[in-house]
């Protein structure tokens, strides 16, 4: 008799025990999840509103950092402009962001304070 009240007594600590040994990586998982998939989660869902919402004529930044500008939109990939003339072709996932046009529209060529550093002083 003794001896069914102890096994009956020790169920409930083990079961205690489960649980607490089991909450840090319920708790690690939680933070896990609060730090590192859910903001990457947005972070891929505004990405991928981006890349659906190319048009030809916007100016974009690559991944790589090249500046171009979109001539044309397939389902996968875009063709780029980088300079006059020069195109190239890459994937819709490498572009990594739109550019807004500044307030000035005055092109870069035609800016007073362009190319002063290569005339000659004097």
């Known amino acids: 008799m003794q001896g069914l009240i102890n096994l009956a007594a020790d169920a ?17 998982l939680l933070v ?9 989660q947005k ?3 505004q990405e991928m509103q981006m890349q ?7 100016e974009v930044m690559t991944k790589a950092g090249i500046f171009a500008t979109i001539v044309e939109i ?8 980088i300079a006059p ?5 890459m994937l819709k996932a490498g572009v990594g962001e739109v550019i807004t046009p500044a307030a000035d529209d005055t092109p870069v060529e035609d800016r007073p304070d362009f190319g002063d550093d290569d005339k000659p002083k004097g």
């Open 32 to 40: 896990f999840w609060l730090l590192f998939w859910r903001p990457n």
């Open 43 to 45: 972070r891929r869902q």
């Open 74 to 81: 397939h389902d996968q990939d875009v063709l780029l402009e």
């Open 12 to 28: 409930p600590q083990g079961e205690g025990s489960i649980i607490g040994m089991l909450l840090p990586f319920v708790l690690i």
């Open 52 to 58: 659906t919402s190319l048009v030809p004529g916007v």
């Open 85 to 89: 003339g020069t195109r190239i072709r």
